[in-house]
Protein backbone atom coordinates (compact mmCIF):
# COMPACT_ATOMS: atom_id res chain seq x y z
CA UNK A 1 0.00 0.00 0.00
CA UNK A 2 1.16 3.73 -0.63
CA UNK A 3 0.13 6.98 -0.06
CA UNK A 4 1.21 8.82 -3.49
CA UNK A 5 3.30 11.27 -1.72
CA UNK A 6 6.53 10.86 -4.09
CA UNK A 7 9.81 10.25 -2.03
CA UNK A 8 11.96 10.60 -4.92
CA UNK A 9 12.52 11.14 -8.57
CA UNK A 10 14.61 8.50 -9.96
CA UNK A 11 16.11 7.34 -13.55
CA UNK A 12 15.03 4.61 -15.66
CA UNK A 13 18.82 3.05 -16.16
CA UNK A 14 17.83 -0.19 -18.83
CA UNK A 15 14.83 -1.98 -19.78
CA UNK A 16 15.97 -6.05 -20.65
CA UNK A 17 13.19 -8.48 -22.48
CA UNK A 18 13.51 -11.52 -20.87
CA UNK A 19 11.30 -14.72 -21.53
CA UNK A 20 8.44 -12.25 -23.25
CA UNK A 21 8.43 -10.03 -20.48
CA UNK A 22 10.81 -7.50 -18.69
CA UNK A 23 13.46 -7.12 -16.29
CA UNK A 24 13.71 -2.95 -15.84
CA UNK A 25 16.57 -1.28 -13.62
CA UNK A 26 16.33 1.58 -11.55
CA UNK A 27 18.47 4.46 -10.15
CA UNK A 28 16.49 5.82 -7.20
CA UNK A 29 18.23 8.99 -6.59
CA UNK A 30 17.78 10.88 -3.51
CA UNK A 31 15.55 7.71 -2.37
CA UNK A 32 17.04 6.08 0.90
CA UNK A 33 17.63 2.28 0.33
CA UNK A 34 19.12 1.24 3.69
CA UNK A 35 15.69 -0.76 4.97
CA UNK A 36 14.87 -1.78 1.27
CA UNK A 37 15.11 -6.11 1.31
CA UNK A 38 14.43 -8.01 -1.68
CA UNK A 39 10.59 -8.55 -2.08
CA UNK A 40 9.62 -5.17 -0.49
CA UNK A 41 7.73 -3.23 -3.27
CA UNK A 42 8.39 0.44 -4.94
CA UNK A 43 5.87 2.41 -6.37
CA UNK A 44 7.52 3.10 -9.90
CA UNK A 45 5.68 5.82 -11.78
CA UNK A 46 2.59 5.00 -10.27
CA UNK A 47 3.35 0.64 -10.87
CA UNK A 48 3.51 -1.32 -7.94
CA UNK A 49 7.25 -3.25 -8.33
CA UNK A 50 8.51 -6.08 -6.64
CA UNK A 51 12.20 -5.53 -5.61
CA UNK A 52 14.09 -8.25 -6.72
CA UNK A 53 18.07 -7.48 -6.85
CA UNK A 54 19.83 -4.10 -5.24
CA UNK A 55 23.28 -2.49 -5.77
CA UNK A 56 23.99 0.89 -4.01
CA UNK A 57 21.18 3.05 -5.29
CA UNK A 58 19.64 0.84 -7.76
CA UNK A 59 17.20 -1.68 -7.67
CA UNK A 60 15.84 -4.38 -10.29
CA UNK A 61 12.13 -5.51 -10.96
CA UNK A 62 10.70 -7.56 -12.60
CA UNK A 63 7.22 -6.13 -15.04
CA UNK A 64 4.54 -8.56 -16.51
CA UNK A 65 2.54 -8.41 -19.88
CA UNK A 66 -0.19 -7.40 -17.88
CA UNK A 67 1.67 -4.50 -16.03
CA UNK A 68 2.99 -3.91 -19.61
CA UNK A 69 -0.41 -3.46 -21.03
CA UNK A 70 -2.32 -1.29 -18.72
CA UNK A 71 0.49 1.35 -18.04
CA UNK A 72 3.34 3.46 -19.93
CA UNK A 73 5.86 1.14 -19.25
CA UNK A 74 7.02 0.21 -22.59
CA UNK A 75 7.29 3.75 -22.99
CA UNK A 76 10.02 4.05 -20.82
CA UNK A 77 13.73 5.66 -22.26
CA UNK A 78 16.53 5.12 -20.46
CA UNK A 79 17.40 8.10 -18.38
CA UNK A 80 13.81 8.89 -18.03
CA UNK A 81 12.55 10.37 -14.82
CA UNK A 82 10.83 8.18 -12.63
CA UNK A 83 8.38 8.78 -9.62
CA UNK A 84 9.36 6.38 -6.56
CA UNK A 85 7.46 5.81 -2.93
CA UNK A 86 8.65 2.90 -1.09
CA UNK A 87 5.40 0.80 0.44
CA UNK A 88 3.96 2.71 4.00
CA UNK A 89 5.28 1.21 6.85
CA UNK A 90 2.14 0.64 9.79
CA UNK A 91 3.53 3.79 11.43
CA UNK A 92 3.69 6.36 8.35
CA UNK A 93 1.67 9.79 8.45
CA UNK A 94 -1.38 8.76 6.20
CA UNK A 95 -0.65 12.06 3.77
CA UNK A 96 -2.25 11.11 0.75
CA UNK A 97 -5.09 8.41 -0.07
CA UNK A 98 -4.87 4.58 -0.30
CA UNK A 99 -3.08 3.97 -3.24
CA UNK A 100 -2.45 -0.07 -4.26
CA UNK A 101 0.45 0.55 -6.86
CA UNK A 102 -2.17 -1.42 -9.84
CA UNK A 103 -2.41 0.98 -12.77
CA UNK A 104 -5.87 0.86 -13.82
CA UNK A 105 -5.49 2.47 -17.64
CA UNK A 106 -3.63 4.67 -19.44
CA UNK A 107 -4.73 8.91 -19.90
CA UNK A 108 -3.60 11.51 -22.15
CA UNK A 109 -2.38 14.82 -20.92
CA UNK A 110 -4.41 17.34 -22.90
CA UNK A 111 -2.98 20.82 -21.95
CA UNK A 112 -1.59 22.74 -19.30
CA UNK A 113 -2.34 26.28 -18.45
CA UNK A 114 -0.67 28.35 -15.28
CA UNK A 115 -3.04 29.35 -12.55
CA UNK A 116 -1.52 31.93 -10.25
CA UNK A 117 1.98 30.07 -9.19
CA UNK A 118 -0.01 26.01 -9.80
CA UNK A 119 -0.61 24.43 -13.11
CA UNK A 120 -3.63 23.13 -14.33
CA UNK A 121 -3.12 19.87 -15.70
CA UNK A 122 -6.16 18.26 -18.03
CA UNK A 123 -6.14 14.79 -18.63
CA UNK A 124 -8.42 12.56 -21.24
CA UNK A 125 -8.98 9.04 -19.23
CA UNK A 126 -10.31 5.97 -20.69
CA UNK A 127 -13.66 5.89 -20.73
CA UNK A 128 -14.18 2.75 -18.75
CA UNK A 129 -12.76 5.02 -15.84
CA UNK A 130 -14.96 7.87 -15.90
CA UNK A 131 -17.42 6.30 -13.62
CA UNK A 132 -14.76 5.86 -10.61
CA UNK A 133 -13.65 9.53 -11.50
CA UNK A 134 -15.56 11.87 -9.26
CA UNK A 135 -15.23 15.70 -8.49
CA UNK A 136 -13.03 16.88 -5.48
CA UNK A 137 -12.40 12.94 -5.27
CA UNK A 138 -8.42 11.43 -5.61
CA UNK A 139 -6.64 9.99 -8.88
CA UNK A 140 -3.10 8.55 -8.68
CA UNK A 141 -1.39 10.28 -11.79
CA UNK A 142 2.36 8.60 -12.49
CA UNK A 143 2.12 7.71 -9.09
CA UNK A 144 1.00 10.97 -7.62
CA UNK A 145 -1.99 11.68 -5.30
CA UNK A 146 -4.02 14.38 -6.87
CA UNK A 147 -7.57 15.89 -6.26
CA UNK A 148 -9.61 16.11 -9.25
CA UNK A 149 -11.21 19.71 -9.49
CA UNK A 150 -12.98 19.44 -12.71
CA UNK A 151 -14.38 17.17 -15.04
CA UNK A 152 -15.87 17.92 -18.55
CA UNK A 153 -17.12 14.72 -20.81
CA UNK A 154 -14.20 12.33 -21.11
CA UNK A 155 -11.44 15.24 -19.32
CA UNK A 156 -10.70 15.42 -15.72
CA UNK A 157 -8.85 18.70 -14.17
CA UNK A 158 -5.72 18.93 -11.60
CA UNK A 159 -4.25 21.65 -10.24
CA UNK A 160 -0.46 21.07 -8.95
CA UNK A 161 0.96 23.34 -6.87
CA UNK A 162 4.62 24.56 -6.84
CA UNK A 163 6.12 21.86 -4.53
CA UNK A 164 4.69 18.75 -6.62
CA UNK A 165 6.28 20.62 -9.61
CA UNK A 166 9.64 20.73 -7.58
CA UNK A 167 9.51 17.10 -5.97
CA UNK A 168 7.93 15.14 -8.76
CA UNK A 169 8.94 14.06 -12.74
CA UNK A 170 6.56 16.30 -14.17
CA UNK A 171 9.11 17.52 -16.15
CA UNK A 172 7.79 14.91 -18.28
CA UNK A 173 4.54 15.81 -18.37
CA UNK A 174 3.44 17.81 -21.51
CA UNK A 175 0.27 17.76 -23.90
CA UNK A 176 -0.02 14.00 -25.71
CA UNK A 177 2.31 12.65 -23.55
CA UNK A 178 0.65 9.25 -21.64
CA UNK A 179 0.21 8.87 -17.77
CA UNK A 180 -0.42 5.92 -15.87
CA UNK A 181 -3.75 6.06 -13.65
CA UNK A 182 -5.24 4.99 -10.77
CA UNK A 183 -8.79 5.68 -9.59
CA UNK A 184 -9.97 5.10 -6.14
CA UNK A 185 -9.74 2.18 -4.39
CA UNK A 186 -12.99 2.18 -2.45
CA UNK A 187 -14.72 3.37 -5.83
CA UNK A 188 -13.63 -0.37 -7.21
CA UNK A 189 -15.06 -2.15 -4.04
CA UNK A 190 -17.98 -0.50 -3.51
CA UNK A 191 -18.98 -0.90 -7.16
CA UNK A 192 -18.35 -4.33 -6.61
CA UNK A 193 -20.50 -4.85 -3.82
CA UNK A 194 -23.40 -3.20 -5.23
CA UNK A 195 -23.42 -5.56 -8.31
CA UNK A 196 -25.90 -8.51 -7.97
CA UNK A 197 -22.85 -11.46 -8.22
CA UNK A 198 -25.18 -14.27 -8.75
CA UNK A 199 -29.32 -15.57 -8.50
CA UNK A 200 -28.77 -15.77 -4.76
CA UNK A 201 -27.04 -12.89 -4.35
CA UNK A 202 -29.65 -9.75 -4.16
CA UNK A 203 -27.06 -7.55 -4.01
CA UNK A 204 -27.35 -3.62 -2.41
CA UNK A 205 -30.66 -1.75 -4.06
CA UNK A 206 -32.86 1.09 -2.41
CA UNK A 207 -35.35 -1.79 -1.76
CA UNK A 208 -32.53 -3.66 0.39
CA UNK A 209 -31.72 -0.55 2.19
CA UNK A 210 -35.07 0.35 2.98
CA UNK A 211 -36.06 -3.23 4.53
CA UNK A 212 -32.69 -2.85 6.81
CA UNK A 213 -32.92 0.57 8.06
CA UNK A 214 -31.17 2.57 6.24
CA UNK A 215 -33.83 4.54 4.20
Not at 89 to 99: A, I, K, L, N, T
Not at 135 to 148: E, N, P, R, W, Y
Request: proline residues 3%; aromatic residues 6%; glycine residues 10%.
Amino acid sequence: MFTGLIEAVGRLKSREARGGDWRISVDTGDLSMQDVHLGDSIATQGICLTVVATRGQEFCADASLETARHSTLLNWQPGQLLNLEKAMQPSSRFGGHMVSGHVDGVGELVSVTPEARAWQYRIRAPKDLLRYIALKGSIAVDGISLTVNGLDADVFSLTLVPHTMAHTALALWRPGVRVNLEVDLVARYLERLLERTGPEQEGISSDFLARHGYL
